[in-house]
């Protein structure tokens, strides 16, 4: 083994789900570069240069401020450091543990003074003279009026408005905090200003930053070192676990397959941010339960191999945490946010039939040997083939606990997720394999075709409408063609509603009032226009499209998610108030008119009129 191969791993580790202070989370990482002498994990942020772009040409007098916000881990030290550098900044400066910085620097052949605030939480702490509180209230004026100040301020986004509350109405603080919260919310300035410029960092997708991420980790020129220090039964050999992890993370269709998670992890508004996603990168290479903290170093390798436990470091256990104790795991949001899919053990009985029967079932003998049979490193194992024999013979454990194999059928479960070529997914029910049956679905005929500048198809739009009709209504109605907007006596949230407000064509052809599905604030949107011309929206989120399916598949409302179902009920209310429709009932000279919904012999919505008389 060389130095440098020892010196990567040793570097790789501090990536991993590691105890340490997380405000210093990047200086740390640059402290271990430094002292290793090996280049940090690094690429390109998403905003690096329009940040960069916004101190690049300045007027005189024309200061202003910069606001990086997001969640921690989403790179905003990285970002700071980066316009530090470019300044003119010291290194040496930066690798201090100050939370406050101040620079003279020359803009466009004008001198400004630069205030750089790396972390706003520690830097409002501790203000006995109120000297911090000032530096905030400068700020506070320079977006809107001229200044010779620049200012930089990284901060969460509650610390950032918990601190301009704590101004109070001094000057120009409780405009900025007017500012910033319509920045936060995605509305418009409460008032015209040029002087700021805005980034929240945890708008650019978790897919995304994964793509990111998994190109400067795979390409690091670490592993080519590594591969030069190969030993046959120890450190990146042919049976070296953080080898096969590594090549594993390398095949397109393992990559493709976490790829669409993080997607879908997206679109059901689950925020990841670098430094967790770099976490899960490192725990998935280099996990191992009897490790040091759960990750393997360059030396744990021949031990391992050499006691026959290369199988516990399975990647596809690793990337959800199995290699960790479960405080640990917990912990750590990646592996929650992970964990929700259910991968592992959600399942079908061809699966499961598959992995039990194996070659005895020629049913599914040759899915077998290429899906388990042909991976000899975490599939058909000596021990896995084992395990298999006895739990067929007898399923419950001697001792009476639980049966080993029924553990080794969750990681199973998980490989196969990744594992199961594109060609034979819809055969095998790949998206079965999790808790959101439609999310192959979601991905393919909602998203793809929305980021393809492309309509949603009329009959994926109609199933959802479909879905709707039956939570509107409290019937299992199979109409399709129009969303009904029906409410009851009591109340429009009512289980049973069967009393007809308005009906709203999916396909209005040319008329206003239509149903669709479409990108708004990059993010996909059920839109109802209604016959007055109004519009209501409801974002589309992977949870609510699954809901959507099952209930017009059959499945009971409150089956699946009670919040899903109270937000549906939420949208009926919304559409019922955009309609103008405050009564259940039209009035006539005579009487009344209520038009009442029943259903055909094929499950068809129709309305009857029903005449309430005066007489």
């Not at 690094?42 to 969640?71: C, I």
């Not at 990646?334 to 991968?343: A, M, P, T, V």
Request: hydrophobic share 40%; with cysteine.
């Amino acid at each position: 083994m060389t130095v440098d191969a020892e010196k990567w791993i040793s570097f790789f580790r501090q990536y991993g789900p590691l105890a340490r202070n997380a405000n210093m989370y990047d200086e740390e990482i640059r402290r271990w570069s430094k002292k290793l002498n090996v280049r940090s994990i690094a690429f390109e942020h998403p905003l690096s240069r329009d940040v960069l772009a916004s101190f690049s040409d300045r007027k005189e007098g024309h200061g202003g401020v910069v606001v990086l916000t997001g969640t921690a881990g989403d790179g905003k030290s990285y970002l700071c450091y980066q316009v530090w550098e470019a300044l003119g900044g010291s290194p040496d400066a930066w690798a201090s543990n100050a939370s406050y910085f101040k620079l003279p620097v020359a803009i466009s052949g004008h001198t400004y003074t630069l205030h750089l605030i790396r972390d706003l939480t520690p830097f409002c702490k501790n203000d006995p003279d109120g000297s911090k509180a000032q530096l905030l209230q400068e700020l506070s004026s320079a977006l809107f009026e001229p200044s010779s100040n620049l200012f930089l301020v990284a901060a969460n986004d509650g610390p950032l408005v918990e601190n301009w509350r704590k101004l109070g109405s001094h000057g120009a603080s409780q405009r900025a905090l007017a500012l910033f919260e319509a920045r936060l919310m995605n509305d418009e300035d409460p008032e015209p200003t040029d002087r700021l410029h805005f980034f929240n960092l945890s708008a650019v997708s978790s897919a995304t930053v994964l793509t990111l991420c998994l190109d400067a980790l795979l390409g690091h020129e670490g592993w080519e070192n590594c591969y030069a220090a190969a030993h046959p039964n120890g450190f990146f050999g042919p049976r070296c676990p953080i080898r096969h992890n590594f090549e594993l993370l390398r095949d397109p269709l393992v990559r493709s397959r976490l790829v669409a998670l993080f997607q879908l992890l997206d679109f059901n508004e689950l925020h990841t941010p670098i430094r967790r996603v770099l976490l899960l990168l490192a725990n998935a290479i280099l996990g191992h339960p009897a490790a040091k903290d759960g990750l393997m170093s360059a030396s744990d390798v021949a031990k391992i191999i050499a006691a026959g436990e290369t199988h516990k470091a399975s990647l596809f256990a690793n990337l959800f945490g199995a290699n960790l104790k479960s405080a640990k795991r917990d912990a750590q949001e990646i592996f929650d946010y992970l964990s929700r899919f259910g991968i592992g053990f959600e399942t079908t009985n061809r699966i499961d039939n598959i992995l039990i029967f194996g070659s005895e079932d020629e049913n599914v003998s040759q899915y077998f040997h290429d899906l388990v049979e042909a991976d000899s490193f975490y599939g058909a194992t000596e021990r896995y083939r084992g395990e298999q024999r006895s739990y067929i013979e007898m399923p419950e454990a001697q001792n009476g606990d639980r049966h080993p194999f029924l553990d080794m059928l969750v990681d199973q479960r998980r490989r196969l997720f990744f594992r199961i070529p594109d060609a034979d997914a819809d055969e095998l029910k790949l998206w079965r394999l999790t808790v959101f049956y439609s999310a192959g679905e979601y991905l393919h005929d909602v998203a793809q075709p929305l980021y393809d500048g492309r309509r949603v198809s009329r009959q994926t739009v109609s199933k959802l409408v479909n879905g709707l009709n039956r939570i509107f209504t409290g019937l299992l109605t199979t109409t399709k063609s129009e969303l009904l907007l029906a409410t009851s006596l009591s109340h429009s949230g009512a289980k049973i509603s069967q009393l007809l407000e308005d009906k709203i064509a999916v396909n209005s052809h040319g008329r206003v009032e239509r149903v669709e599905i479409s990108m708004c604030r990059d993010f996909p949107h059920l839109i109802v226009t209604l016959p007055n011309g109004q519009t209501r929206s409801l974002a589309l989120n992977l949870t609510r499209y699954e809901f959507l399916m099952r209930v017009s598949e059959g499945a009971l409302p409150g089956n699946f998610s009670r919040e899903c179902y109270e937000d549906l009920l939420a949208f009926k209310s919304a559409l019922l108030s955009a309609a103008a429709i405050d009564r259940h009932t039209l009035d006539d000279e005579d009487g009344m008119i209520f038009r009442l919904l029943a259903l055909d012999t094929t499950g068809s919505a129709i309305d009857q009129v029903v005449e309430l008389s005066n007489d």
